[in-house]
């Protein structure tokens, strides 16, 4: 069964902490993974991974895929009080083009 | 406008009653999905469909059917609702050409009593 499985659940920073949010996924036929960030609303697209070792950034946000070990994590640097959000890894797989999402990491960063 | 746009955005309803949630998109997209987000749980696929004539259970459908009007319009149907239908429902679109983006309308809350 194909699975992706965040951590932590949740998490709670003072602003200006940097904090890493995991994204571990088993699925058949690997095509992508993307980052979401959801506040009160509609989850947003942050990022799209496909490679292996190639960082994407933006801003104070970044993040990584490593193909091999199956994992990504989300970097977010000099956090601030609207970093506070749930996001969300989501990996699509190729032939089904299915998205399958994690739970989801809760973070809040305090004033 | 959105992109992708939900109605109702709220929902209230007792149970046994038939529901629809209806979807359009403006994107030109050719795949929908509907997917259901309870607290602690994320966000779990429903249905999904590639084109009017194609469409896929997702994880959970029990409960629940679609129907895809046209390449723009995909909706969800409860046919009879129970409590545990309450949640927030979210459709979204991607496109098979260039990067598969998910794109998500702004959700709809359903309260079944």
């Known amino acids: 069964e194909d699975k992706v499985v965040q951590s932590p659940l949740s998490l709670v920073v003072h602003e200006g902490d940097t904090v890493t949010l995991n994204c571990s996924y088993e699925?058949?036929?690997?095509?992508?993974l993307l980052w979401y960030k959801q506040e009160k609303k509609a989850p947003t697209f942050l990022f799209m991974l496909?490679?292996?070792?190639i960082e994407k950034k933006s801003g104070r946000l970044s993040s990584i895929l490593d193909k091999k070990e199956l994992f990504s994590i989300l970097n977010i640097t000099a956090t601030q009080t609207g970093d506070s959000a749930v996001y969300l890894c989501?990996?699509?797989?190729?032939?089904?083009?299915?998205?399958?999402f994690g739970t989801g990491t809760r973070l809040k960063v305090l004033a | 406008d959105a992109d992708v746009t939900q109605t109702p955005r709220n929902r209230i309803t007792k149970t046994g009653k038939r529901i629809m949630l209806e979807c359009s998109q403006t994107?030109?997209?050719?795949?929908m999905y509907w997917y259901r987000q309870d607290p602690g749980l994320g966000l779990r696929l429903i249905y999904y469909?590639?084109?009017?004539?194609?469409?896929n259970k997702g994880e959970i459908s029990d409960g629940y059917s679609v129907s895809r009007q046209a390449q723009a319009k995909f909706s969800l149907s409860l046919e009879s609702a129970i409590p545990n239908q309450t949640a927030l429902y979210f459709c979204?679109?991607?496109?098979?050409?260039?990067?598969?983006?998910?794109?998500f309308g702004a959700g709809s809350r359903l309260t079944v009593l």
């Open positions: 496909t490679s292996s070792g």
């Open positions: 469909s590639f084109d009017v004539k194609d469409i």
């Open positions: 989501a990996v699509e797989t190729s032939g089904t083009y299915k998205y399958i």
């Open positions: 979204a679109t991607s496109t098979r050409a260039g990067a598969n983006v998910l794109t």
């Open positions: 699925v058949t036929n690997f095509r992508s």
């Open positions: 994107k030109g997209h050719d795949r």
